[in-house]
């Protein structure tokens, strides 16, 4: 039978696990004698009686003026954090087992309200940093930091990205690890919206199902990236989409084969539906190009009109910031990520919020037009179609790219724009910077891309123009190696050497538009970043 052994040992209370106890031994309930040098429990007493053993173990604090706690094994951790939560005398805790630290005992760490010190044997980043924030100071036995491959696939590197992270992809079959780091990812994050999936698994994606309804978590998509041609897993698929559609909203978006759209589609279709399609979308086409004339007139006037708004959505932002002052005393412990992360933010960009929660930043290009805030979604579509507004706008919005963590920036931050050049919004003006009296011009060089909580300068290294490819739009690199392939493909491309440097350690800004030349066509330019205020 396990037993909970608790020993003092100079000014530390020393907690282990004792699977074997001699039949000399008695627990607490089975005597009268209370020994303050050794206690002996088991876990079932324990939680029967924890005010009981809690009182006992805060009069031996007093007594002998222990300061630590040392837990010899993880398992047993949220037992005894929970008995030692406010027993103000103990600050230190030592936990000895050679294993990784947990999201929920680093919960229960700050629960205790008392532990300002812990030494382990090793703790993921982000979990570090979740310490950190609570001013409780880490020291760990192993330099190593082991992270899954769920961890590194979406460059979860710390707290905020976790708790901010709108899009995440999942590689099955899951590891345990995995899976561990996955159920870690839902208690922090707030703004999931869709999750990328390699390939089918049925064990694994009814897993991944359950998981998500025991977080209550609905109303968003399962991409799954595999050619299907299936038709059992694909009639599976509907059932499936079907029922969670009803139930918690959740929606599956399926790569179908071309044969199964050819065999299976197009046979529903009729030939004189065809032709009516056809007809229609000659007709709308014929439209569309009379109509572009005054759409180009009419979009220019909105995007001035919203740009208005959040000129005075900042100002006003301005005066309420000179004209306020924050107590720290204030804030509730429950909410205190939230605070934490808008004390942090540049103040004048906390208006663009107000105006659009996916709001990431403001770019500016010098001598174009381009000057304004940049948005990121859950994917690259529906910002082309829609205004700073959510409004549907054929301008779309100046986009990041949606695998980018807008907070601690990946390797390469791309962002897009269309290439409004009729009307000049947008990045209509951007393909000036083809011309040499632009690009040799340095006052250009600099371009300024900041984000909530950064403000940035960015310095040219690249400006051309390709056919339409995605061999630059990528924005995490498995290796160093990779990243430096990818450095001297688009280095080469310039059509003007910057002699800039850029090394492994740089970050870089990519950004993408059509050219005026060919709509297949793509006008890119690529910048090192060279200057970084931090907002406070």
Same mark, same amino acid.
């Given at each position: 039978?396990?037993?909970?052994?608790?020993?003092?040992?100079?000014?530390?209370?020393?907690?282990?696990?004792?699977?074997?106890?001699?039949?000399?031994?008695?627990?607490?309930?089975?005597?009268?004698?209370?020994?303050?040098?050794?206690?002996?429990?088991?876990?079932?007493?324990?939680?029967?009686?924890?005010?009981?053993?809690?009182?006992?173990?805060?009069?031996?604090?007093?007594?002998?003026?222990?300061?630590?706690?040392?837990?010899?094994?993880?398992?047993?951790?949220?037992?005894?954090?929970?008995?030692?939560?406010?027993?103000?005398?103990?600050?230190?805790?030592?936990?000895?087992?050679?294993?990784?630290?947990?999201?929920?005992?680093?919960?229960?760490?700050?629960?205790?309200?008392?532990?300002?010190?812990?030494?382990?044997?090793?703790?993921?980043?982000?979990?570090?940093?979740?310490?950190?924030?609570?001013?409780?100071?880490?020291?760990?036995?192993?330099?190593?930091?082991?992270?899954?491959?769920?961890?590194?696939?979406?460059?979860?590197?710390?707290?905020?990205?976790?708790?901010? @992270?709108?899009?995440?992809?999942?590689?099955?079959?899951?590891?345990?690890?995995?899976?561990?780091?996955?159920?870690?990812?839902?208690?922090?994050?707030?703004?999931?919206?869709?999750?990328?999936?390699?390939?089918?698994?049925?064990?694994?994606?009814?897993?991944?199902?359950?998981?998500?309804?025991?977080?209550?978590?609905?109303?968003?998509?399962?991409?799954?990236?595999?050619?299907?041609?299936? &038709?059992?897993?694909?009639?599976?698929?509907?059932?499936?989409?079907?029922?969670?559609?009803?139930?918690?909203?959740?929606?599956?978006?399926?790569?179908?084969?071309?044969?199964?759209?050819?065999?299976?589609?197009?046979?529903?279709?009729?030939?004189?539906?065809?032709?009516?399609?056809?007809?229609?979308?000659?007709?709308?086409?014929?439209?569309?190009?009379?109509?572009?004339?005054?759409?180009?007139?009419?979009?220019?006037? @909105?995007?001035?009109?919203?740009?208005?708004?959040?000129?005075?959505?900042?100002?006003?932002?301005?005066?309420?910031?000179?004209?306020?002052?924050?107590?720290?005393?204030?804030?509730?412990?429950?909410?205190?990520?939230?605070?934490? &992360?808008?004390?942090?933010?540049?103040?004048?960009?906390?208006?663009?919020?107000?105006?659009?929660?996916?709001?990431?930043?403001?770019?500016?290009?010098?001598?174009?037009?381009?000057?304004?805030?940049?948005?990121?979604?859950?994917?690259?579509?529906?910002?082309?179609?829609?205004?700073?507004?959510?409004?549907?706008?054929?301008?779309?919005?100046?986009?990041?790219?949606?695998?980018?963590?807008?907070?601690?920036?990946?390797?390469?931050?791309?962002?897009?724009?269309?290439?409004?050049?009729?009307?000049?919004?947008?990045?209509?003006?951007?393909?000036?910077?083809?011309?040499?009296?632009?690009?040799?011009?340095?006052?250009?060089?600099?371009?300024?891309?900041?984000?909530?909580?950064?403000?940035?300068?960015?310095?040219?290294?690249?400006?051309?123009?390709?056919?339409?490819?995605?061999?630059?739009?990528?924005?995490?690199?498995?290796?160093?190696?990779?990243?430096?392939?990818?450095?001297?493909?688009?280095? @080469?491309?310039?059509?003007?050497?910057?002699?800039?440097?850029?090394?492994?350690?740089?970050?870089?800004?990519?950004?993408?538009?059509?050219?005026?030349?060919?709509?297949?066509?793509?006008?890119?330019?690529?910048?090192?970043?060279?200057?970084?205020?931090?907002?406070?």
């Amino acid at each position: 039978m396990s037993k909970i052994l608790f020993q003092i040992k100079n000014n530390a209370l020393l907690v282990e696990e004792k699977r074997r106890v001699r039949t000399e031994e008695k627990l607490l309930i089975n005597t009268n004698i209370i020994s303050r040098d050794e206690l002996l429990f088991s876990e079932e007493y324990i939680n029967e009686n924890k005010i009981l053993i809690k009182n006992f173990i805060k009069e031996l604090v007093i007594s002998y003026n222990i300061d630590s706690i040392i837990i010899k094994e993880l398992k047993i951790a949220p037992l005894i954090l929970d008995i030692i939560k406010n027993i103000s005398n103990i600050n230190k805790l030592y936990l000895l087992e050679e294993e990784i630290v947990n999201y929920n005992i680093c919960q229960m760490i700050i629960a205790t309200n008392v532990i300002k010190y812990v030494s382990l044997y090793n703790i993921p980043t982000f979990l570090l940093e979740m310490l950190d924030r609570e001013k409780i100071k880490v020291d760990s036995r192993n330099e190593i930091l082991f992270e899954s491959n769920f961890m590194k696939d979406n460059m979860l590197e710390n707290f905020s990205s976790l708790y901010y @992270k709108v899009s995440i992809s999942l590689t099955f079959p899951l590891s345990k690890k995995d899976e561990e780091d996955f159920i870690t990812f839902l208690n922090i994050n707030k703004y999931l919206k869709s999750i990328y999936i390699n390939k089918l698994n049925k064990n694994d994606l009814e897993n991944v199902l359950d998981i998500l309804d025991s977080f209550k978590i609905k109303n968003i998509k399962i991409l799954i990236e595999q050619n299907i041609n299936d &038709l059992e897993l694909i009639d599976y698929l509907k059932k499936l989409n079907k029922k969670n559609a009803k139930t918690n909203g959740i929606k599956f978006k399926i790569d179908y084969s071309e044969d199964y759209l050819e065999d299976n589609l197009m046979s529903q279709i009729h030939i004189n539906t065809i032709k009516m399609c056809i007809f229609v979308s000659l007709f709308l086409v014929s439209s569309i190009v009379l109509y572009v004339f005054y759409l180009n007139y009419s979009s220019m006037q @909105k995007v001035e009109a919203i740009q208005d708004d959040i000129s005075k959505a900042i100002a006003e932002r301005k005066d309420f910031e000179d004209d306020i002052t924050t107590d720290d005393n204030t804030f509730d412990n429950n909410s205190i990520l939230d605070d934490t &992360l808008e004390r942090d933010m540049i103040p004048e960009y906390k208006a663009l919020l107000s105006i659009n929660k996916d709001t990431v930043g403001w770019l500016k290009v010098n001598n174009t037009k381009v000057d304004y805030p940049v948005v990121q979604a859950d994917n690259n579509d529906y910002y082309l179609k829609r205004n700073f507004k959510n409004e549907k706008d054929a301008n779309g919005w100046i986009f990041m790219d949606y695998r980018a963590n807008p907070i601690t920036l990946s390797r390469n931050t791309i962002i897009f724009g269309h290439n409004m050049y009729y009307s000049g919004v947008m990045f209509g003006t951007l393909s000036i910077a083809k011309q040499a009296s632009w690009y040799k011009n340095k006052e250009n060089h600099i371009i300024e891309f900041d984000t909530l909580y950064d403000k940035m300068k960015w310095q040219i290294f690249s400006i051309y123009v390709v056919p339409n490819t995605n061999d630059y739009l990528i924005a995490n690199f498995s290796s160093d190696e990779k990243f430096q392939e990818y450095l001297e493909m688009i280095t @080469k491309r310039s059509k003007y050497d910057f002699n800039v440097p850029v090394s492994l350690n740089d970050h870089i800004l990519t950004l993408s538009t059509c050219s005026g030349n060919k709509a297949t066509d793509r006008l890119v330019i690529h910048a090192v970043l060279i200057e970084d205020e931090k907002a406070n």
